[in-house]
């Protein structure tokens, strides 16, 4: 197995979601690796954890990568969110992303799931992606 290729995956996906013009157009630069402390924006997107699994064979090493998207929100209902967590799934699905090292095999959507969070109007959608990577 090799986790080498789990920050050139992340970088790529990161670039993917700022560089993609209809989630910019909803939440601006408002795209994390690490939310900031103090206040946050009403509308962003986080990176979130991942599970790596060896997928290694007799052709190289490989690992499946299973990611976590987050939106927040602080709008009421899930409208704005949904909206904003389909422009992210629109952006990584099946999408050509270039690694730094290793390359990707395939990127597909898993599940996605909707909650209120506290007692407040905050919003958020876990939107989980698995990527298989081959370590070159």
Known sequence: MSYGVSAALQGAVYQT??????????????IYDAVPS???????????PEIVK???????????????????TEAAG???AKTAAGAVSDALVDAD???DRGHLVGLH????????VG?????RIDLTFR??????
């Open 119 to 123: 007692t407040a109007d905050e919003r």
């Open 54 to 72: 060896d997928r290694s064979d007799k052709t190289g090493t490989g690992a499946m990568h299973q990611f976590t998207v987050s939106v927040v």
């Open 78 to 80: 899930f409208a704005t």
């Open 17 to 30: 979601l700022v560089a993609d013009v209809d989630l910019a157009a909803l939440v601006g630069t408002d």
């Open 38 to 48: 103090g206040s946050v924006p009403a509308l962003y997107v986080a990176l979130g």
């Open 109 to 116: 959507f898993v599940r996605a799931k909707a909650m209120r």
């Open 131 to 136: 990527a298989l990577v081959q370590d070159d």
């Open 97 to 99: 992303l270039t690694l």
